[in-house]
């Protein structure tokens, strides 16, 4: 019986000892940066002037905490900043530091990749039309990986993203207005023509009337005529029966001539008016006139007091759009920043949460085989399935979060809708800040566009204050016309000019001054004016939300430079705590809910370990956006 007992626990040893193994491996294999990753930090003197060596400053920050011997193990040199490996487990075999060099090259990524589905840079541009989305599924669905450095993304971004795009046309289009204004200081020439075609109704209702009149002539001289000539032949007939030898009846006849040529003159202007009326009849149209007019006028503001005014506003109004240009590309490298730390964290994450359940699914068979060779219980069991399921489900978070953070700076970079980036950094310190708190508050107020853009905006509003009192100026103008006109008529009477060709000019001087438009000049003065006091509290309120900015940052760094070392003490801690909980264990000296909460423990400290070097990283980026994006060679 004792033979089997003592066999069965040589077997669980054994066991034990390959959970341990895995351990140790895999909670290095998470920490790139703890496995001789280096990162060269060139310091340049800030604003010209010496300051403290890196190891002196940061050394400073951790010695009121730590004793020499406990952060040792951090080599921190002027210019390069350096995290030695922490050694793995203490365990009694050598295969550990084995496995965990075999594993050391494959750190810088989070996870294997097959190398048909990486993608050079060549292929990260997006569609150059922003209006052409995917319209099918496959369009969208993720066929490539990424590894993107954090330079190549924020030169990506620089290169991709719709906001400075966005930023970019709107300098564009304040570039235009401000060259729009500026062609008010030339004069203005301006060549008209026209061509018109002209059948007049007057004309028309002219010729209908005349129309009317010739009929009613023609009417009445057809009926005059008959009588007229009937007349005639009763005079001549009287005139035959007359003799002429007899003297009485001389004066008859004479009376009788007089009626004859009376008659005979009527007749004939009866007839002519006949056919007068018949010829007007004929002739009498409404023809139309056709004429080519051109005119070359020449304009030009001698004073114009909204000229200047306007050229000024159009002036300032592109300085704050190049401002926000500016703004936009130093914010979009915080954010570009942030989110690949985030991607870096959600990335390691997932490398720890995986470690810790292959982890604990090793100690989940060991304890199986304990239970089976009775020196484990149930309830040992149970609580070793349930941390399991625990870190199964922690595992489901991280790699959502992972997907996420992905997803995010896919979208900040612009990708093409198959691909996904990936972080091909390792986790390490990114830099240090050699700058003091007041030199870096000053740094800001100097440096910080948001300042200038408020200034700008103050100029931008005396410029439309001048432009609203401009429309009750008075305005003095030159001018100068030259006009041809050419003629053609259809009219083919030759009383009438059938066409000609002539021209003329004119050139002069005008004055137009506006003394009263219903107080809407005023008004517009008095929003100007409201403008730049706002202007001048913004300027007030961004230099407040900036020294806070700094701070906020400046506060965090020693801070996280601080957990860094502890997080990194407490990672060595819990580890030799898991080592000896198991061997406690071995030995029935403790219960196995002591491994798992020291499992636990072994977890939290890698995760603060992560989280302390990202939120150093983080507000390392985040003071230098502070201070207009000056960089560790800059300060």
């Known amino acids: 019986m004792l033979r089997q007992i003592f066999f069965n626990s040589l077997i669980v040893s054994i066991g034990m000892l390959g959970v341990e193994i895995v351990t140790a491996k895999t909670a290095k294999a998470n920490f790139p940066v703890l496995s001789k990753v280096k990162k060269e930090v060139e310091i340049a003197p800030a604003l010209k002037k010496p300051r403290a060596s890196a190891k002196g400053k940061l050394s400073s920050a951790i010695e009121s905490h730590f004793p020499e011997s406990d952060y040792s193990q951090l080599n921190i040199s002027p210019r390069v900043t350096q995290i030695e490996e922490i050694s793995p487990l203490p365990t009694q075999s050598d295969e550990i530091d084995e496995m965990t060099t075999e594993e050391s090259s494959s750190?810088?990524?989070?996870?294997?990749?097959?190398?048909?589905?990486?993608?050079?840079?060549?292929e990260l541009n997006p569609n150059p039309d922003p209006l052409i989305l995917p319209t099918k599924p496959e369009e969208v669905e993720i066929k490539n990986i990424v590894p993107l450095t954090l330079e190549e993304s924020v030169l990506l971004a620089k290169a991709n993203n719709r906001q400075l795009e966005i930023a970019k046309l709107q300098v564009e289009r304040s570039s235009a207005n401000l060259a729009?204004?500026?062609?008010?200081?030339?004069?203005?020439?301006?060549?008209?023509?026209?061509?018109?075609?002209?059948?007049?109704?007057?004309?028309?209702?002219?010729?209908?009337?005349s129309r009317r009149s010739a009929r009613a002539e023609r009417s009445s001289s057809e009926a005059s005529i008959p009588m007229l000539q009937n007349r005639l032949a009763t005079i001549q007939q009287q005139l035959a029966q007359i003799d002429q030898t007899d003297p009485t009846q001389t004066l008859p006849a004479v009376n009788l001539l007089i009626q004859q040529a009376q008659v005979q003159q009527s007749l004939e202007s009866v007839q002519n008016s006949l056919q007068s009326a018949q010829t007007q009849l004929g002739d009498l149209r409404n023809y139309a006139n056709t004429s080519v007019n051109g005119t070359l006028s020449l304009n030009y503001a001698i004073f114009s007091p909204s000229r200047q005014a306007n050229i000024r506003f159009a002036k300032e109004q592109l300085r704050v759009s190049e401002l926000e240009f500016e703004r936009i590309e130093e914010q979009l490298r915080l954010d570009v920043a942030l989110a690949y730390y985030n991607l870096q964290q959600a990335d390691m994450s997932v490398r720890i949460d995986e470690t810790d359940v292959q982890a604990r699914s090793k100690r989940l068979e060991?304890?199986?085989?304990?239970?089976?060779a009775a020196l484990a219980t149930r309830l040992d069991l149970l609580n070793a399935q349930v941390e399991l399921d625990n870190s199964f489900q922690s595992l489901r978070n991280s790699k959502a979060q992972q997907q996420t953070a992905q997803r995010n700076i896919a979208r900040i970079l612009s990708l093409p809708p198959s691909i996904t980036?990936?972080?091909?950094?390792?986790?390490?310190?990114?830099?240090?800040?050699?700058?003091s708190l007041e030199k870096s508050i000053i740094l800001g107020f100097k440096n910080r566009?948001?300042?200038?853009?408020?200034?700008?905006?103050?100029?931008?509003?005396?410029?439309?204050?001048?432009?609203?009192?401009?429309?009750?100026?008075?305005?003095?103008?030159?001018?100068?016309?030259?006009?041809?006109?050419?003629?053609?008529s259809d009219d083919p009477s030759d009383f009438v000019a059938r066409g000609g060709f002539d021209d003329g000019y004119s050139f002069g001087i005008s004055f137009n001054w506006t003394f009263f438009d219903g107080g809407a000049a005023r008004a517009g003065a008095?929003?100007?004016?409201?403008?730049?006091?706002?202007?001048?509290?913004?300027?007030?309120?961004?230099?407040n939300q900036i020294r806070f900015e700094v701070e906020q940052a400046y506060f965090q760094l020693p801070a996280q430079l601080e957990n860094v070392q502890s997080a990194n003490l407490a990672?060595?801690?819990?580890?030799?705590?898991?080592?000896?909980?198991?061997?406690?264990?071995?030995?029935?000296?403790?219960?196995?809910?002591?491994v798992l909460d020291a499992q636990t423990r072994l977890v939290q400290a890698q995760n603060n370990l992560l989280n302390a070097i990202l939120n150093y990283n983080r507000a390392l980026v985040q003071i230098q956006r502070a201070v207009s994006n000056v960089s560790d060679q800059d300060s």
Do not use: C
């Open 449 to 488: 566009v948001e300042l200038e853009q408020q200034l700008a905006q103050r100029e931008s509003s005396k410029a439309e204050r001048r432009l609203a009192f401009a429309a009750i100026r008075p305005q003095v103008s030159l001018f100068a016309n030259y006009n041809v006109l050419r003629l053609y």
């Open 571 to 594: 990672l060595e801690r819990a580890k030799e705590a898991v080592r000896a909980a198991q061997l406690r264990f071995q030995a029935t000296v403790n219960t196995q809910t002591e």
């Open 526 to 543: 008095k929003r100007a004016e409201a403008d730049l006091a706002i202007a001048e509290q913004q300027y007030a309120d961004n230099a």
């Open 180 to 209: 729009q204004a500026r062609a008010a200081l030339f004069p203005s020439l301006n060549l008209q023509g026209r061509a018109t075609r002209l059948l007049d109704a007057n004309g028309e209702l002219a010729v209908e009337a």
């Open 421 to 435: 980036p990936i972080a091909a950094d390792p986790v390490e310190i990114a830099g240090e800040w050699n700058l």
């Open 107 to 122: 750190d810088m990524t989070p996870t294997d990749i097959p190398a048909e589905n990486l993608k050079t840079p060549v």
């Open 366 to 372: 060991g304890i199986e085989l304990q239970l089976e």
